[in-house]
């Protein structure tokens, strides 16, 4: 068995087997220089069973494109493999249950970098912290080099003066870069 079909097979949260339609493993090439992280599915990911693929995704592709890699060169996960109701924050107990799935993932894929997109990302690998204290810097953790910024989704919404949107932009350049 794969390690995709033992994810796909996965009833560790209850509450989330329950109601998902689609474990959602990841997309993109089995092995990455690049990978990119996000916190969990959304609703179209679920009834897709493909990660970003709704508007952050949209954003995503458009980024990394213009920063000179295509996602189909991208392996793009969430460290959630299943959707939370009504989009809530996965809480500790389901992240921990899923942290082997995420782990398992980067282990086989052996990046150069990861980009972690948004503070619960961030938090997967940095530990509590804030978004502002550790984005568009590379940290070195447990051998990955993790690069964390915004979440596509805070560079829809605009913010200050359009700053996610920036940074967000500036951020995957850094990240390509790294790994040419």
């Not at 899923?98 to 970098?113: K, N, S």
């Amino acid at each position: 068995m794969t390690l995709a079909d033992q994810m796909r097979a996965c009833t560790r949260c209850p509450e989330l087997a329950a109601v998902r339609r689609h474990v959602v493993v990841g997309s993109g090439p089995d092995r990455a220089r690049l990978v990119v992280v996000g916190e969990a599915p959304g609703a179209q990911e679920d009834d897709t069973g493909l990660p970003f693929v709704g508007r952050s995704g949209q954003l995503l592709d458009q980024l990394l494109a213009e920063a000179g890699l295509p996602r189909s060169e991208v392996a793009v996960l969430n460290t959630l493999k299943c959707r939370p109701p009504a989009n809530r924050v996965p809480t500790r107990v389901e992240t921990a249950n899923c942290r082997p799935w995420t782990t398992a993932q980067l282990e086989v894929l052996a990046p150069d970098v990861v980009v972690t997109l948004g503070l619960s990302a961030a938090r997967w690998f940095l530990g509590k912290t804030t978004l502002t204290a550790v984005r568009s810097r590379v940290h070195e953790v447990e051998g990955w080099r993790v690069l964390p910024t915004f979440h596509p989704a805070a560079a829809l919404r605009g913010g200050p003066q359009g700053e996610p949107m920036r940074v967000l932009r500036e951020d995957l350049r850094t990240a390509v870069e790294l790994v040419a």
